[in-house]
């Protein structure tokens, strides 16, 4: 209920390094691409300059560090870096690989010829504008923002080079999970990646995104990911956020779920000075159900900023959200979450979880657990919690002769393994596993 | 002169057969002629006849004047909350009116419209029951005031605050704009720019107030603002409990009441303010409440919500001393046209404080149920704990309802846990109590007050029944 002073930013403020001058070079780098889609992306330009920056009354932003989310010092990557072959930072058995190094595709392990039979479609963004127009059209950022970040979706929009493309046809299943690994290094870098996952009626199809730095710099990273489920389709998408230590990261994320649909999505936190990941559901038709999960590691003196929303659209719908929360050093965590019930989405069963392990006495959570609902015949309920380790399992480790440091890691995996267990993969449980143990053990 | 006019009684037909009913006890007024007029709109002029009919002294005076800058320049908090708030007319509202500014120490004295406006709703009998004191506030200014010998021989102070700022100055300086202070919020700034009446009330080290002391707040003239200043100290040891009830007519242009109500519970004693809010359906009613509760001490609001068209109120504790205690209990009743916006606040601000927030809200017709809530637990503070439960009902088909908790929690040596659920009338319950010859509006009443019958039962008797009468009345008819 403070007075509302709203900082003044001069015009450079609004948009950094990513002026006019810069959009037009973008432009220009992209000699093949069709009207359509530049007109898009001046739109997307014109929206991202006339929109305001966060100010500290926006009560999507309240609690975040808003004099960390600045655009001054970036510059889009610049020119196609070499390929590198830097391997994914985990090992899983995949259908298919794609490599993004400063958003531009560096390397592929094609689909196979039987999928590819089959009408799979793993592609990068810039095939997909020249075969597949109309399935962007349809689904690339088609969805509002609704979370607080549309200047910095509009900013992905205008300046995106390329990206994932994942298409599977009606009633096809895939196994073996698909793995983009998108890459950005050099001090002052902003990447924009993206990921598109297309799933039609009854196709099956598991997606997992990686975020990696290959050097500890001050990096930028404004990041989309949408994901489609048609009718009876079953996704499940896994990212682990690596970016570097230094690095500003701004994430949205986007899942339509159609009837009968099923949508798992499980988002790994690790890196970024400051990182901020928006999730947004949208249950549109009966029986769709959406499984929101997160873990996050908040190290030294990082801040994770993680806000939700799950919009019931349709009768009989379920979704499912568990966000867990380590907090070490100085580190900060907000979780921000909502469930909007629509009026006649009678039947809806919503269920959102935040849960804070408190493991040091400067580490600061902040939650908002928030519900909007307009129809009586529901099952709603959230909870939150903040608390440190229960002592007396504490003391059981202890008088087991654990040393505290083994002791520490063994309860934070107990209390990570609620989540981590919802997935369906065991590789990619033991992968996910691995990515933890290093950043607690670092 | 005394023409009672029965406001509105059309609303209560067929259409919707709720809305109204709970008003209808409070649905009437007297044409009343005032000695004091402050007239409409509101600038320094205002304030300052107010300030003068009231003989204030100079502090004060210029007190209302720096808040009535502040007001002006702070904007409506619309981000966050109803844009319902930007019809509330600042020019048109009457912000004081009174026949007098002293109170009547006898009911005889008292003048006969306001004595039958407070006979109707049943004011004395209940002070003949079992209160300790009354006061009845009359628009602007208490009419009534009465404490009973025996507990004003222990030294318990209990006045309306226009006599206790006169009367006992040493004390209400010392506390006053403490807890909250003047530029808090737009309305806690409006409010001390034209406050008048309300509750001053001091408890001495020690004394234990065995009945609850009572106040009555009544606006009875149309386009009226009631701001009344409530400030309560228990010094060590003390323990009180104080209860407010409120009525106005049902008229067809919007009232405002703003109140700002501040507690200070010393070393180790008890405060419990209960609240029954019954407004009519005009009233905008936007409240700022707030207790500073010292070592070892208790503060506990219990906060009903049934009338009003718009409220916001967040009773709030501010847990000062080691090993304080917080408490709110909030029911909120949202029927045809209303937005209950309630909630708590509780700022931890020492080790091994602790506090509990339980909420049941009841959304009927297009009503509206928010719970907002802040629990605030800061660095290098150890052992503190909260729990909050937020469960809201949902009655007819596309009733509404919202929780909107805000918790910061610093460090690994708290507990704090927040839930909340949302839920229906069970069909089946319904059902077995039809088949046991029930009807099914008394069946929906009875599975409503089971909803909130373990918080009603902390309240005192006479709230209690009169709760469950209101909530019968509200669910008569609202079924499907």
Known sequence: MSAATPTVRSATDLVGGFTAEAFARHLAGLPSAPLWWLERKRAAYALFESLPLPSRTDEG??????????LEGYSPAQGRPPFSSSPAPIAVESAATLFFAGGSPVGSAAVGADLVRKGVVVSTLSEALERHPELLREHFMAQPQKLGSAKFAALHEAFVQDGAFIHV????????????????????????????????????????????????????????????????????????????????????NSTVVRRDARVQSLNLHLGGRQARHESLSQLQAPGGFSEMLAVTVASGTREFDQRTLQIHQAPNTKSDLLY??????????????????????????????????????????????????????????????????????????????????????????????????????????????????TRIGA | MSN????????????????????????????????????????????????????????????????????????????????DLENINFDKIRYYLSQGQKPKRTWDEVPADIKRTFERLGIPEQERKFLAGVEAQFDSEAAYSNIKEAVSKQGVIFMNSTEGLREHPEIFRKFFGKVIPTGDNKFSALNSAVFSGGSFIYVPPGVKVSHPLQAYFRINAENFGQFERTLIICDEGSELTYMEGCTAPKFSTATLHSAVVELVALKGAKIQYITV????????????????????????????????????????????????????????????GQHQDTGAKMIHAADET?????????????????????????????????????????????????????????????????????????????FYMQQRGLTEGQAMSLSVNGFINDLARQFPMEYSVELKRLIDLEMEGSVG
Not at chain 2, 312 to 326: D, E, H, I, T
């Open chain 1, 61 to 70: 932003w309240r609690f975040s560090n808003i004099s960390g989310v600045t």
């Open chain 1, 169 to 252: 046809p009606r009633g096809v299943e895939i196994e073996k999970p698909i793995v983009v690994v998108h890459s950005a290094s050099g001090a002052g870098t902003a990447v924009f990646p993206h990921t598109l996952v297309i799933a039609d009626d009854n196709a099956r199809v598991t997606v997992v995104d990686l975020f990696v730095s290959t050097d500890e710099t001050r990096q930028f990273a404004c990041g989309a990911n949408d994901l489609y489920a048609g009718h009876g389709a079953k996704v499940s998408y896994a990212a682990a956020q690596c970016w570097s230590h230094e690095a500003l990261s701004l994430q949205f």
């Open chain 1, 324 to 437: 867990k929360n380590a907090l070490l050093d100085k580190a900060r965590t907000i979780f921000s979450g909502l469930i909007i019930v629509d009026p006649d989405a009678q039947k809806t069963d919503a269920y959102q979880s935040n849960r804070n392990l408190m493991l040091s006495d400067d580490a600061e959570s902040n939650s908002l657990p928030g519900l909007e609902i307009q129809a009586n015949d529901v099952r709603c309920t959230h909870g939150a919690t903040s608390s440190r380790i229960d002592p007396e399992q504490e003391f059981y480790l202890k008088s087991r002769g654990i040393p505290p440091k083994a002791a520490n890691e063994l309860l934070i995996f107990g209390f990570f393994e609620e989540v981590l267990d919802r997935l369906e993969s065991e590789e990619l449980h033991a992968a996910f596993r691995t990515l933890i143990r």
């Open chain 2, 4 to 83: 009672i006019t029965d406001t509105d009684s059309l609303v209560t037909s067929a259409e919707n057969p709720v809305s109204g009913i709970d008003q209808a006890a409070g649905n009437f007024k007297y044409d009343m002629t005032y000695d004091f007029d402050a007239g409409t709109g509101l600038t320094d002029r205002t304030v300052d006849y107010i300030s003068e009919v009231k003989k204030e002294a100079p502090w004060i005076r210029e007190f209302r004047q720096s808040a009535l800058k502040t007001f002006f320049s702070k904007p409506l908090p619309t981000h966050w909350a109803s844009r």
């Open chain 2, 277 to 336: 809010q019954n407004w009519s359906s005009n009233v905008f009613n936007l409240v700022t409440k707030r207790g500073l509760a010292h070592e070892e001490s208790e503060i506990k609001w219990i906060d009903c919500n049934i009338g009003s068209r718009l409220t916001m109120k967040y009773p709030g504790v501010v847990l000062k001393g080691r090993k304080a205690r917080g408490e709110v209990i909030s029911i909120a009743l949202a029927n045809d």
């Open chain 2, 354 to 430: 602790t506090s509990t927030v339980v909420s049941k809200s009841i959304s009927v017709g297009q009503g509206r149920a928010t719970y907002r809530g802040v629990v605030h637990i800061p660095r290098h503070l150890k052992g503190c704990k909260n729990n909050t439960e937020c469960d809201a009902l949902l009655i007819s088909t596309n009733s509404r309802t919202d929780t909107y908790p805000a918790i910061t929690v610093r460090g690994d040596r708290h507990a704090v846990q927040h839930e909340a659920s949302v839920s229906k009338v069970s069909a089946e319950q319904i």
